[in-house]
Each structure stands twice: as C-alpha cells, then as structure tokens.
C-alpha cells in the first residue's frame, strides 16, 4: 500500500471576493491615516505658529518630535507583531493614534502639542509596516502584485492630496482640523479591520532584544535629528551636530555587530540575504528621497515663482495624485506577465524624464503645463513603486515580512528626510551663490544696466527702485536654485538604475 501526502497549500482559506476587497479597503485607510497626517500638518504649521506662541524653530519641532517618535518605534512594531500578531498590534496602534490625534488638537501650549505629537509617532510607527505585511498575508502570492497595486494607491493618496486638504483647511477652517480629520478614519479602520481582518496564525514568540532595540534607536534617533534639524544648526558647524553625528555612527557600528554575532538578534539579518529584497530597501529610499523632496520643492516653488496661492500650489500635486491612481489600475495585473524589472526601468526613466522638465521651468509657469507634467509623473511613480514593492516582498518568506515591511518603512522615512535635507540644502546654498553672481553683474552701479531702459517703476536713483531691482535679483536667485534642485533629482534617479540589473525575476517565496 502506497501513502500519499498531501502538501497544504499555503494560500488556501485566504478571503476572495467582497471579502478581500473589504479586508483591502480597511488596511489601506490604517497608512492613509498617518501619510495624510503628515503632509496635511506640514501646510498648517504657519498657522499652528501664531496659534500657540511659537518661532518658527520651536514650531518645526511639531514635526521633529513626531519624525523622531515613529523613527524609534517603526522597529519595535515588526518584532512585536511576530510575537502577538498583527491585528491586536494594529488596532492598539489605531486606537492610540486617534486618542493622541484628539489630544494633539486640544493642545493650548507648544509643551502640550510636542508630547501629543511625540506619542501620536509611537503610535502611527506601526500604521504602515503592520497593515502592509497584513495585505500581503491576505493575498495569494500569485496576486502580491495586485495588493501592491491597490497599497500604492493608497500610500500616494496621502502625501499627493494632503497639502491640497491641509491648504483647504488652512484657508477656511482652523489648524486644529488637521487633527480632527484623523478621527472619522480612525473609527471606520478600527471598526473594519476588527470585524474584518482575521487575525494571523503561525505566531513566532521571541524573547524581545533590549540591547538590539536601544542601540537601534539611538541610531535611527540621532539620524532623524540631524537630517531634521541639521540645516538650521548649520550642520557640522554646531557641537550638537557633530556629537549626535558620532553617537549615531557608533551605535551603528555597534548594532550591525550585534546583529551578526547575537544568537537572537533585534533585527534578523537573513533579510538582507534576499537580493531583491535588499535591492528593494534602496531602491524605496531612493523612492522617499525623490517623492518627499519634491513635494517639498513644489509648492513654495509655485508660490514664489509663480505667483500661485497657496490652495492653488496644492490643487496642482493632484494631477500627479490622478496619474499615480491611473497607472496602478493596470499594472498590479500587467506585472504578473510583463518582467517587473522592465517596469520599474520605465517607471525610473520617466521620473528622471519629468523631473528634468520641471527643471527648465521658469517664473512664467503655464497651469496646463505644470499639470501634464505632474501627471506624467504620477504615473511613473507608480511605473516605479509598486514593481519595487513587488519584486521586494515575492522572494521574501512570509514568516520574515513584519519584520522586512518594518525596515522597509523605517528606511523610506529615512530617505524622505534624506530627500528634504539635501534639497533643501542644496536650495539654500544654491540661492546664495546664485544671488552673488547676479548681483555682481546686476547692480545699480553697472552703466549697462542704469542704460538697459528699466520700467519707469525701478528708478535706480531712489532707494524703493534699487529694493525692486534687489528683489528680483532674489527671486532670479532662487529660481535657478530650483532648478538646479530638479535636475539633481532626474541625475539621482538615473544614477540608481543599475540596481534593477541586480535584481532577479520575482518567484514568489512559501
């Protein structure tokens, strides 16, 4: 008599249907929450300001404090979600957030709003990695490209239509709706994903790694201040800067030895042997740098250059929202039988394509302009996210992904502030050398420029026409640094291209 075994099939019981489109629904709106939160607080600071009696430096910390928060915990939740699953984590992390959310918006003193927001990061931290590593348990791995279809959706809703909203409310309501608009979604996640989201079987407890966590903190901790806070300290210049500089290396150095030499390390580093994965991990830093640091350069960009209002500035990222939305209608199911790799090449060729446009723009920016080009954009991005994303999590075994989407969130913030320090830093420096060069040939005293048959309204022989002539020399300034800062984003993307050489094609891992 001959047995036969039967091998389980790993996807069988997984939801289908209704079922999973709901179960897709919920998990998005968990990232949405957090994205959302940020891009729509980083419009209302100005107004944030006056309200609580704050500089412009003690104001930014509002962002700082949280950056630094969800830096420290992003970790913390992967390890912990092995142990007691993901969906008890993930409606504590809800939960938590909109309780800080609610705090944050009562917030009467700048004290008050730092410890809100502090927590309202320890809490959101999980928001991303939990709910992903949950999508991509919930579909079968023929279908991981479809999830990340519908996740990159989802995680570009925020930041693309986030200073749209945040420029809405700061316009007609106050600041503190910033807040209150996280309550609705929080409530219709935390109901969807409990009644909806099966909680994980297969649990892994692990005995939790203090010493690996610590050093792991100081690291990312001491990271996230300097890139936050580098630029108004004026980077090595100021002690602080240059002891967090040597704290972070240190408790780097320290933690990668730790790591390979621990018997139960923090973070496993068997997810580094995966190459797509870790192809993956660059490639979505590369990804943050270019998506935050722009959005960063934008909005001021059309402001001061173009003349545009400040709700206008945001209602034109939604083309590059709509485009984002376009591409990721098709390509979850045009990756299962075109090579992803192909894709993410045309994904990197057209955001080096429309970033290089953006870099000959001028002071006269046309509307109609600005919006095919952000919806080309849009829909490169989504050419390069979502088959990163895919190729990244198909090789990786399932029992290593809350760990792996942990780390792939932490270094996606890590490049998102990567991105808006080197910009912004480049477009400060940039500013000022260009400022000098023009104003060396651009100066009351040049006979050219006094004969040049100047408008009657820049008289160079009264001090109001020498301020105009200033302030357009300003403005010229700052528009070449803008551009400088574009075509710098279309080299850098172009530069991490051979990374898709050393990625294989994706069969999905057991």
């Known amino acids: 008599m001959i047995a036969t075994v039967a091998t389980a099939d790993p996807d069988a019981g997984k939801p289908t249907g209704i079922k999973l489109v709901l179960i897709t629904i919920s998990l998005l709106l968990a990232p949405l929450i957090q ?10 600071l100005v107004q944030m300001q006056g309200s609580l009696s704050a500089t412009q430096d003690q104001i930014a910390w509002v962002l700082t404090s949280y950056l ?17 699953g993901r969906k008890p984590l993930l ?84 600041w503190r709706w910033a807040f209150y608009i996280n309550v609705p979604v929080c409530i219709i996640a935390f109901t969807m994903i409990t009644f909806l989201v099966p909680r994980a079987g297969n649990r892994q407890p692990r005995k939790f790694n203090y010493y690996g966590f ?45 790591s390979l030499t621990s018997k139960d390390p923090f973070l496993d580093p068997a997810i580094f042997y995966d190459k797509n994965y870790l192809s993956g991990v660059f490639l979505r830093v590369l990804f943050g740098l270019i998506l935050f640091g722009s959005l960063v350069l934008i909005p001021p960009f059309l402001q001061n250059q173009g003349g545009y209002t400040l709700l206008d ?34 994904g990197m060729l057209l955001t080096a394509y429309t970033m290089w446009q953006m870099s000959l723009f001028t002071n006269d920016i046309d509307y109609y302009q600005v919006c095919v080009i952000h919806f080309i954009q ?24 809350d760990v792996g989407t942990s780390f792939y969130a932490l270094l996606n913030n890590i490049g998102r502030s990567i991105g808006i320090a080197i910009l912004a830093g480049y477009l400060a420096s940039q ?54 800062d574009f075509r710098m984003l279309a080299i850098i993307v172009l530069c991490f291209i051979p990374l898709t050489f050393l990625m294989s094609k994706p069969v999905m891992a057991k």
């Open 35 to 44: 994205v959302f939160d940020t891009s729509i607080l980083s419009i209302a």
């Open 68 to 84: 630094i928060a969800v830096a420290i915990a992003t970790p913390v939740w992967g390890a912990l979600g092995q142990t007691y």
């Open 91 to 174: 409606l504590i992390s809800i939960a938590g957030f909109l309780l800080f959310s609610i705090f944050a918006a009562k917030s009467t003193t700048l004290e008050e709003m730092l410890l809100n927001r502090f927590m309202q990061g320890l809490f959101g931290a999980s928001l991303i990695p939990l709910a992903l590593s949950s999508l991509l348990a919930s579909y079968p791995r023929k279908d991981i490209s479809i999830a990340m279809s519908y996740w990159g959706v989802g995680i570009m809703f925020g930041p693309v239509f986030g200073p749209t909203i945040g420029g809405y409310i700061v316009e007609y309501y106050d």
């Open 214 to 258: 610590a050093l792991l903190a100081i690291t990312v901790a001491s990271a996230q201040f300097i890139l936050d806070r580098g630029q108004r300290m004026e980077w090595f210049a100021s002690p602080t800067i240059i002891i967090l500089s040597l704290v972070c290396a240190a408790a780097l150095w320290m933690f990668m030895v730790h």
């Open 313 to 346: 500035s945001g209602t034109l990222l939604a083309p590059r929202g709509l485009g984002t939305m376009f591409g990721a209608l098709f390509l979850g199911r045009l990756i299962k039988v075109v090579d992803p790799r192909r894709v993410i090449m045309v």
């Open 378 to 401: 849009g829909f490169s991005f989504s050419c390069f996210v979502i088959p990163v994303n895919t190729v990244a999590f198909s090789t990786l075994p399932e029992d290593k992904r």
């Open 431 to 484: 500013s000022q050398v260009s400022r000098s060069v023009l104003s060396s040939t651009i100066s009351p005293f040049n006979d050219y420029i006094r004969h040049l048959g100047l408008p009657p309204s820049i008289d160079l022989s009264t001090e109001q026409g020498r301020a105009i002539l200033d302030r357009i020399v300003g403005q010229q300034a700052e528009l070449v640094a803008y551009v400088d």
